[in-house]
């Protein structure tokens, strides 16, 4: 395929190509999202759901990277990925709530939207941020965010040459360590594509040729 020439970056030698082709965007996301727009630091206490998803996973590495606090909702058969990938309480969303459990946080990863995220706006200390990565429904969780004092920012990420060194950067110190769950050939793309729609998947999965 044709790719424009600022949009590519060398493989680090520690990961594999289907490794290299699962972990730009999640990568990005939670490098943008903790770092970019958290500023997320040592002694923070950080919030992240769908822990055991693509996007969830490396944020828990990168946050514990940056030596926070935190705290990762998933199911309880993904427990123990989660708490493997650094995670310091786990929270089984299926089974307990975690806005009864957890207050005080002072920065939160949404990949999921609408009930958790309008229910992520009272756990966060007043000035504290949520990030946001599901645009529908987003105008009226704002309104929310703003008689709370919180802040809540929605995160479309694109990607750009630096963004992706910055993610190879931390793939080859092996702060992050990306998962794959599956890899389908291309012929079967449409099971790919049922396997993502049905929210259940553990970490990424790879459409190979």
Known sequence: MTVKREMIIHRPDNISYQEAAASPIAGITAWKALVGLGNVKKGDKVLIHAGAGGV???????????????????????????????????????????????????????????????????????????VSIVPPNFEAAQEKARKKGVNLSLLL?????????????????????????????????????LQIESKRTVGKIVVAL
Not at 102 to 117: N, Q
Not at 168 to 190: D, E, Q
């Open 56 to 130: 969830g996973h490396m944020a828990i590495q990168l946050a514990k990277h940056l030596d926070a606090t935190v705290i990762a909702t998933s199911s309880a058969k993904n427990r123990d990925f989660v708490l493997s990938l650094g995670a310091d309480q786990h929270i089984d969303y299926t089974a307990e709530k975690f806005y009864e459990l957890v207050k005080d946080v002072d920065f939160v990863l949404d990949p999921v939207g609408g009930e958790t995220r309008q229910r992520s706006l009272d756990v966060v200390r007043k000035n504290g941020l949520i």
């Open 157 to 193: 990420v694109k990607g750009s040459k630096e963004e992706m060194e910055a993610v190879a950067a931390l793939l080859l110190k092996g702060v992050f360590k990306v998962f794959i769950s599956g890899v389908y050939p291309f012929s079967k793309m449409a099971d790919a594509h």
